[in-house]
């Protein structure tokens, strides 16, 4: 085991008395809020929630990404965020000329990717509901971006997203582990999907994961796989393949990139990696250090890869990256088993038939 990886997981088993006052303190307030002594709003209105109950990249923004072009032909729908790490408050609408700055890097790649779809982000969403609602009037549904463990607001249909290699019920409270919320939460989704899976994964292996998440009669189960799609330059959009003859700089700050790693170990020469922090805010200086260690790398074909969510951070300089080779790797969710169509339908069908439940 590497040292690192060594001493982090014995450090966090040190932390185990907090992660047990953590674990009571949520575990009352899920008693608190199913007793009704602590009140969810709910709103006579299609509220669609992804979320999980572990910190880490378990694919949300792929999730959300993935419901809007299966539900934008037919509805229209908008997407609220809390907006993490920007530097406004309270309720914001995005609009051409708005920044990650302002609204956060996650909710700035769907702003960009779906211009057409409206994007707002609020720290607090039982306010920003009805404010999102009111300045876009035509609304048939909304997304509610990494909300499961916040149970001020009650979604009509909550998905749940769990890693296929750090499933939550084998996890435990921070900061000993990754859960920011107890395993019996999970009888509040309506689907769970169990992501980033093996793309061979076998029936047998589906099974025993469905059977070990003793999931309630009404609660369907899905897998998925990550996908890959060809890097377009982070200006022009030109598309490259990468090709075994390829060596990379991996600019990342995610929270999560083993898959990427992996990904590039076996599609690539090599790569060399530059690592940031989850939600880094991107300086010059960092610019200028991306450049320098691309300029070490001795090799003739040669290029930087970057993620969507990196991608977002670092268009501010937007004018020094004309002649830099930086491509961006879109990813999405691959249903696995030939149920992409179910999942759509489950999600179309709660629109469709909506009928609001306060309880």
């Known amino acids: ?87 406004t408050k309270g309720y914001t609408l995005a609009k051409q000329g708005t920044t990650a700055l302002e609204i956060g890097d996650e ?36 997304i509610l971006d990494d909300a499961f463990q916040h149970r001020e607001v009650q979604a009509g249909f909550n998905i749940l997203l769990t890693e296929y290699s750090n499933l939550y019920l084998y996890d435990f409270f921070l900061p000993t582990g990754d859960l920011r919320d107890e395993w019996r939460s999970a009888k509040r989704a309506n689907i769970i999907v169990v992501t980033k899976c093996p793309p061979d994964l076998s029936v047998d292996k589906k099974q025993k994961i469905i059977e070990s998440l003793h999931a309630t009669a009404s609660q369907k189960i899905f897998f998925t796989t990550i996908e890959y799609n060809v890097p377009y330059h982070i200006i022009s959009g030109k598309t490259k393949n990468i090709t075994p003859e390829d060596e990379i700089l991996l600019v990342c700050g995610i929270a999560n990139p083993k898959p990427l790693k992996e990904y590039l170990v076996k599609n690539a020469r090599t790569y060399y990696q530059k690592d940031y922090s989850d939600h880094h805010i991107f300086s010059i200086d960092d610019l200028n250090e991306i450049k320098q260690r691309f300029n070490e790398i001795d090799a003739y074909n ?21 002649d830099i080779p930086l491509y961006v790797l879109p990813v999405k969710h691959k249903f696995l088993f030939n149920e992409g169509e179910l999942f759509n339908a489950e999600v179309i069908s709660f629109i469709k038939n909506f009928s609001f439940n306060p309880n």
Request: glycine share 4%.
């Open 107 to 142: 909710p700035m790649q769907f702003h960009l990717k779906f211009p057409q779809v409206p994007v707002a982000v609020g720290e607090e969403r039982i306010i920003a509901i009805p404010y999102l609602i009111e300045d876009c009037k035509d609304l048939q549904a909304i």
């Open 302 to 322: 040669k290029f930087i890869l970057t993620t969507e969510k990196d991608a977002v951070r670092l268009h501010k300089f937007d004018s020094e990256l004309n």
């Open 1 to 87: 085991m590497n040292f690192n990886v060594f001493f982090l997981k014995s450090f966090r088993v040190l932390l185990l008395p907090f992660a047990l006052v953590y674990g009571l303190v949520i575990i009352i307030r899920n008693w608190l809020y199913d007793k009704k002594y602590l009140h969810s709003a709910a709103f006579n209105f299609p509220l669609i929630c992804v979320g999980n109950i572990a910190v880490g990249g378990t694919g949300k923004s792929p999730m959300v990404e993935y419901l809007i072009e299966v539900l934008q032909p037919n509805f229209k729908i908008a997407t609220l965020s809390r907006g993490y790490k920007r530097k």
